[in-house]
Nanobody
Framework: QLQASGGGLVQAGDSLRLSCAGS????????MGWFRQAPGKEREFVVG????????YYADSVKGRFTISRDNAKNTVYLQMNSLKPEDTAVYYCNAAFIIWGQGTLVTVSS
């Protein structure tokens, strides 16, 4: 089970940090990721991180602004989002192994 948190309403240029806490054996050892779905659009990949945390993957739209990290001891994955833009507005979902989804957390960026 995955529990995402940290969303909110911010202004363009601000930062937010999302967290995704897993229970049970969800995190070990699986790739984790964040996806997002904007109103009227399909869900899209944002960032991913390998089981060890040694490799990360970013969508072009967030490279240089977003950073994913994980703490396997805490069963938690983080998404640090800087320099937010209105087009980042979406519900953000964490995912484990492309199978398990969290409930989503809303990020709204005002211009």
């Amino acid at each position: 089970q995955l529990q995402a948190s940290g969303g909110g309403l911010v202004q363009a240029g601000d930062s937010l940090r999302l967290s995704c806490a897993g229970s049970g054996r969800t995190f070990r050892p699986v790739v984790m990721g964040w996806f997002r779905q904007a109103p009227g659009k399909e869900r899209e990949f944002v960032v991913g991180i390998s089981a060890s945390g040694g490799s990360t993957y970013y969508a072009d739209s967030v490279k240089g602004r977003f950073t994913i990290s994980r703490d396997n001891a805490k069963n938690t994955v983080y998404l640090q989002m800087n320099s937010l833009k209105p087009e980042d507005t979406a519900v953000y979902y964490c995912n484990a192994a492309f199978i398990i989804w969290g409930q989503g957390t809303l990020v709204t960026v005002s211009s």
